[in-house]
Each structure stands twice: as structure tokens, then as C-alpha cells.
């Protein structure tokens, strides 16, 4: 590992039955993360040199010169890796606002950081939690911050922080085993626990997508809100289907402002004629 050099990211697997396993047991003690809504980027600086690569490697460096800013005074050359999002007056915004700075340079980022895999020379082969401490004594600024954690071995308290977070806003969170080094693909090691989140919609559009695949439109109570692609022509207009979506996201190409981000299809709901009513838009920002 040198710095400026791109690496593959370390990446959690999903949880998918927590109420079997991590809620009733935890065999250690563990790092518990919010899940942030961003862009995964690592940060390289070696001197007064600074790069930020996206996990897809590409060098977004011009358009955060706020974050380039923060850290060219820090003594040390390091590798850190972290979320990249916006900064409002009111809190952190979502993907979509620091998806459009990453396009257009305009506004104001903020690069949360999660890790740290070198400090003057390659320290990812040290225990998550030696890292961690090492992360946490490097100099505070203002758009380079800790991301806030929370370490317990009791499975009650990790059902309280999951909770608490969702409530406040967050996707969910990230689990760490606190004594593993840095591994540079998806692992066990590092946990995604997010809720799953369904609705049930009307089919009010059809139209031919890809190959053996048809694109749906789903409306709720008040209106369009999504699409949803499904392989082959198996429903029909007026049918009321379940849909899992991530969550609802800012959108002017439908009539209700917003849109379900990952919408998929589930299941025919054969016991409804009417689908669900989405209520009032949800907040796009959390307080850290």
C-alpha cells in the first residue's frame, strides 16, 4: 500500500435475520456505526499532495476543495477511508445532494471518516481498534470528522443504538469486529443491518424494458411514486402488489415530490384493493 494508490474498499455483508442472532447474542465485543447515506471515498495525502478517490476510482479531488483544504496542514501523510456528503445549515444531506456537488463543485462537503490504513507508513494490518485510536488523534477540522461510535458486547444495547439510529434518520448501521485488520474486499468481519421497508402499491403503468423484462409504475394512496422492474409481463394494471424500497428520496418527476430509492417487487397482494397512503415527506437530513 502507498499513498495515492487506489485499493479496494473493505465492504460489509448484510444481516439478514438480526433477531436470531444479534439480538440475542453477541459472542464479543463490538464497534457499532451509523450507516451514512453518501460516497464511499478514500482519502490520500502525501505532503501538500491530496486525492480522493469514489470507490469506483474516480479522482473527485477538484470538487472538495473545503475537504483538500482541512487536512493540507496535517503533518502526517495518510490514507483514510470514509463517506463523503453534504453539509447543510440544518445537518447532513443525503446521496443526492453530494451526488450533485461530486458532479458541479457547488456546495459544501463534508468527509466523514470510518478508518484509517496509513499513517506515515501502512498501518492496515493492525486490529481495528488500534486504528481506530489512531484515527482519533489526528487533528479536528472542520470537513474531516470522526464518524461516531458506540463499542458494547451486550445485545440489548446494540438493538437501542440500531433503533435510536433509524429513528434519528440514519439507514442503519454498521457492525465491526474491533480486533481484525483491514480487509480490502467484503467481509464477515463488518455487518449492514438495515430495516426492511415495504408498502402496498397500486399498478397503474406498464411498459416494455430489456430484454424479457417490464418496467411498472406504482402509485400509492396520493399518487405515482415509483417504478419497479420485474422479469417477464406478470401483473396487471390495478393489482396491488408489496414493494421493499431503501427509502423515500427527493424526486420532481413525480407529482408527489419524492420516490422510493430501490424499489423492488415482492408480492402480489391478492387480499388488498386499495394500496397505501406514503404520508408526509420525510426529512432528508440528520444531526451527527
Known amino acids: 500500500m502507498r499513498v495515492g494508490k487506489f485499493f479496494r474498499s473493505m465492504l460489509p455483508m448484510d444481516v439478514r435475520n438480526p433477531q436470531e442472532t444479534l439480538f440475542k447474542h453477541l459472542k464479543e465485543e463490538v464497534a457499532i456505526e451509523p450507516k451514512l447515506d453518501g460516497v464511499r471515498c478514500q482519502l490520500h495525502k502525501s505532503g501538500d499532495s491530496i486525492i480522493l478517490y469514489t470507490r469506483k476510482r474516480q479522482d473527485i479531488t477538484q470538487k472538495l476543495p473545503e475537504v483538500v483544504g482541512s487536512v493540507r496542514t496535517w503533518p502526517n501523510d495518510v490514507i483514510l477511508d470514509g463517506e463523503l456528503l453534504s453539509l447543510g445549515k440544518d445537518g447532513l444531506l443525503g446521496f443526492n ?3 450533485k456537488k461530486i458532479k458541479s463543485g457547488e456546495g459544501n462537503g463534508i468527509f466523514l471518516t470510518f ?25 479536528v477540522v472542520d470537513h474531516v470528522r470522526p464518524v461516531p461510535q458506540i463499542v458494547t458486547k451486550s445485545s440489548a444495547e446494540l438493538k437501542q443504538a440500531y433503533v435510536s439510529l433509524i429513528r434519528k434518520g440514519f439507514e442503519g448501521i454498521i457492525i ?83 420516490s422510493l430509492r430501490f424499489a423492488a417487487f415482492v408480492r402480489r ?3 388488498k384493493t386499495t394500496p ?13
Do not use: Q
Request: hydrophobic residues 40%; proline residues 6%.
Open 97 to 99: 445532494e453530494i451526488n
Open 115 to 139: 478508518d484509517i490504513l496509513y499513517l506515515n507508513g501502512p498501518i492496515y494490518y493492525l486490529p481495528f481498534w488500534e486504528r481506530r485510536e489512531l484515527l482519533l488523534s489526528m487533528p
Open 176 to 258: 465491526k469486529d474491533l480486533h481484525v485488520p483491514y480487509y480490502f474486499n467484503r467481509t464477515w468481519y463488518m455487518k449492514r443491518l438495515k430495516p426492511v421497508r415495504t408498502l402496498d402499491l397500486k399498478v397503474t403503468g406498464i411498459a416494455k424494458g430489456k430484454g424479457n423484462y417490464f418496467v411498472y409504475d406504482v402509485s400509492s394512496l396520493e399518487g405515482l411514486i415509483g417504478k419497479i422492474t420485474v422479469k417477464g409481463n406478470r401483473l396487471s394494471i390495478g393489482e396491488i402488489v408489496e414493494v421493499k424500497y431503501d427509502k423515500f428520496i427527493p424526486s420532481e418527476a413525480y407529482p408527489l415530490g419524492k
Open 269 to 271: 397482494r391478492k387480499d
Open 276 to 288: 397505501d397512503a406514503v404520508g408526509d415527506k420525510v426529512a432528508e437530513w440528520v444531526h451527527l
